[in-house]
Structures are given as structure tokens and as C-alpha cells.
């Protein structure tokens, strides 16, 4: 307590020199307008980052609960032209959407994981598509979780056809660049533009005809070649996707086991 009271008796001139700058920057301040108006404009800003920062988090959260209702409402829509298209019969694609909850892009065997599984009647072999056009192939099935093999893993092959002809082609992916795959058994023959257009073939119960896979990035034929190297840009976005939807073809199992007792 002594040596307390000789710390104070010992700054005492300096303690009321502080008390005094306090007692002076307070009176200026609520006494004239514009350092009290800079005081409550900096309140006021901090306030206001605040609120802001809030309403980015709650938007975030809000966002991502829309962008899965739009992905619930773009597969209902999928299976309403559908069933406009099949008229009178009864449709044989349905869509269900999905989330990615798992992915990879890096590597020569990449997967994703989706939160649908036999209990939301998923089966191997089932196609997998967005917005933008195919993903993959259902591989392995769960109770409540599938695995999906991308466009973009070294072991899925797509049977794929040029729009303009008709011409069919198998889609590959080479493991180097997510954004592009192979087209392979494109003979010499044919005439290939930058800018075609690739879709699926439609010849496999995976996917129906007609779903966009990408374009003809460029091509190259060699003499003596008999068949072209392409390069396609896929209209995948492996990088952002989020959302999917699996195609459910309710022949696919009887044609599967037809085409499995021909082998």
C-alpha cells in the first residue's frame, strides 16, 4: 500500500495532466458539432460494418439453402418435358437432384460423393448430370450415399455423338487438364470444326440422347492417320459443382440384362 501511495505521490503532476486532456477532449467533443458528428459517424460506421457483416453471413446461408431449392425445381421442371415429350406414354427418364457433398478434380482417379443413395432408389450405372450437362456414372451405392465416376477419371468412357451428323464417338479423359477430355474413334473421314458440338449418344441406358457434353476445343490429323486426336472442352464445371442430378432410366435395368446375355 506504501509503495502504492509513492507511485502516485511520484506521477502525480503527469496522472492529473492525463485526467485533464480526457476531461478536455470530452467537453470539445459534445460541445462542438464536428468533432461530435466524426465521433458518431465513426460509431456509426462501425455499426454499420457490423450489421453488413451479418447480413453477408445470413445471405451466404440463405443462398445456399435457394441455390438447393432451385436444383430441386430444375429436376421437377426436367421431368415435366419429359413427360410432355413422351405424350401419352409414360416417361421413361426421371431426374432426382442431388448435392456433392465429396469430390476430386487432382487426380487420375477422381470421384464425388452425392447424399442419394438406394434408399432414394439409386442403382449402379445410373448417369449423372447438371445444369450444364453430363458429370458421370453412379459406381458404387449406399444406404444414403453414392459414388459417382466422373467425366474426369481415366476409367469412365462415354459414348458421346457429334449434333451436327450425327457421328458417334467415345469420350476419354487423358488425367491431365479437368476442364477438357478425348475424343477418340473420330475416323479421317470425317470433317472436324473447332466449335462442334458434342452430346450423348443416347445408344446406353446411362444417359438419354441429346445431353450436352461440350465443344470441339481443336483436332489435329496426321498424315497416315486413320483417326483424329480432339481435344473438348467440356461444359462441366468440375471445379464449382455442387449440384446434380441422377437420370433414371426405368428400362435401364431390362436392357442391361439383355445386352449382359448377349456377351
Same mark, same amino acid.
Given at each position: 500500500?506504501?509503495?502504492?501511495? @509513492?507511485?502516485?505521490?511520484?506521477?502525480?503532476?503527469?496522472?492529473?495532466?492525463?485526467?485533464?486532456?480526457?476531461?478536455?477532449?470530452?467537453?470539445?467533443?459534445?460541445?462542438?458539432?464536428? /468533432?461530435?458528428?466524426?465521433?458518431?459517424?465513426? !460509431?456509426?460506421? #462501425?455499426?454499420?460494418?457490423?450489421?453488413?457483416?451479418?447480413?453477408?453471413?445470413?445471405?451466404?446461408?440463405?443462398?445456399?439453402? =435457394?441455390?438447393? *431449392?432451385? !436444383?430441386?425445381?430444375?429436376?421437377?421442371?426436367?421431368?415435366?418435358?419429359?413427360?410432355?415429350?413422351?405424350?401419352? =406414354?409414360? /416417361?421413361?427418364?426421371?431426374?432426382?437432384?442431388?448435392?456433392?457433398?465429396?469430390?476430386?478434380?487432382?487426380?487420375?482417379? %477422381?470421384?464425388?460423393?452425392?447424399?442419394?443413395?438406394? @434408399?432414394?432408389?439409386?442403382?449402379?450405372?445410373?448417369?449423372?448430370?447438371?445444369?450444364?450437362?453430363? #458429370? $458421370?456414372?453412379?459406381?458404387?451405392? +449406399?444406404?444414403?450415399?453414392?459414388?459417382?465416376? /466422373?467425366?474426369?477419371?481415366?476409367?469412365?468412357?462415354?459414348?458421346?455423338?457429334? !449434333?451436327?451428323?450425327?457421328?458417334?464417338?467415345?469420350?476419354?479423359?487423358? $488425367? @491431365?487438364?479437368?476442364?477438357?477430355?478425348?475424343?477418340?474413334?473420330?475416323?479421317?473421314?470425317?470433317? #472436324? %470444326? /473447332?466449335?462442334?458440338?458434342?452430346?450423348?449418344?443416347?445408344?446406353?441406358?446411362?444417359?438419354?440422347? $441429346?445431353?450436352?457434353? +461440350?465443344?470441339?476445343?481443336?483436332?489435329?490429323?496426321?498424315?497416315?492417320?486413320?483417326?483424329?486426336?480432339?481435344?473438348?472442352?467440356?461444359?462441366?464445371?468440375? @471445379?464449382?459443382?455442387?449440384?446434380?442430378? #441422377?437420370?433414371? %432410366?426405368?428400362? *435401364?435395368?431390362?436392357?442391361?440384362?439383355?445386352?449382359?446375355?448377349?456377351?
Amino acid at each position: 500500500m506504501q509503495n502504492l501511495l @509513492k507511485i502516485l505521490l511520484r506521477y502525480s503532476n503527469f496522472l492529473v495532466f492525463i485526467a485533464l486532456e480526457v476531461a478536455a477532449f470530452l467537453l470539445i467533443s459534445f460541445n462542438n458539432v464536428y /468533432p461530435r458528428s466524426s465521433m458518431l459517424s465513426t !460509431a456509426n460506421e #462501425v455499426v454499420a460494418w457490423q450489421h453488413a457483416t451479418l447480413s453477408n453471413i445470413s445471405a451466404y446461408f440463405s443462398l445456399r439453402s =435457394q441455390n438447393e *431449392q432451385l !436444383a430441386a425445381e430444375n429436376a421437377e421442371l426436367r421431368n415435366r418435358i419429359c413427360s410432355m415429350d413422351s405424350a401419352e =406414354q409414360e /416417361p421413361v427418364t426421371h431426374y432426382q437432384y442431388a448435392k456433392v457433398v465429396q469430390m476430386t478434380t487432382n487426380r487420375l482417379h %477422381n470421384y464425388l460423393t452425392i447424399n442419394r443413395g438406394s @434408399k432414394d432408389g439409386l442403382r449402379i450405372g445410373q448417369g449423372v448430370r447438371n445444369e450444364e450437362g453430363a #458429370v $458421370g456414372i453412379v459406381r458404387t451405392v +449406399g444406404t444414403n450415399y453414392s459414388v459417382v465416376l /466422373p467425366l474426369i477419371n481415366t476409367h469412365t468412357n462415354l459414348s458421346c455423338r457429334f !449434333a451436327k451428323n450425327d457421328y458417334i464417338a467415345t469420350l476419354q479423359w487423358n $488425367g @491431365k487438364d479437368s476442364r477438357f477430355a478425348q475424343l477418340a474413334d473420330v475416323a479421317a473421314h470425317m470433317v #472436324v %470444326n /473447332p466449335g462442334d458440338t458434342i452430346i450423348t449418344s443416347g445408344l446406353s441406358p446411362v444417359f438419354p440422347e $441429346g445431353i450436352p457434353v +461440350g465443344i470441339v476445343e481443336n483436332s489435329t490429323l496426321k498424315e497416315g492417320d486413320s483417326y483424329y486426336t480432339i481435344r473438348v472442352r467440356l461444359h462441366t464445371n468440375f @471445379k464449382r459443382l455442387k449440384y446434380v442430378e #441422377v437420370v433414371e %432410366n426405368i428400362h *435401364q435395368q431390362e436392357l442391361e440384362e439383355l445386352q449382359n446375355g448377349m456377351d
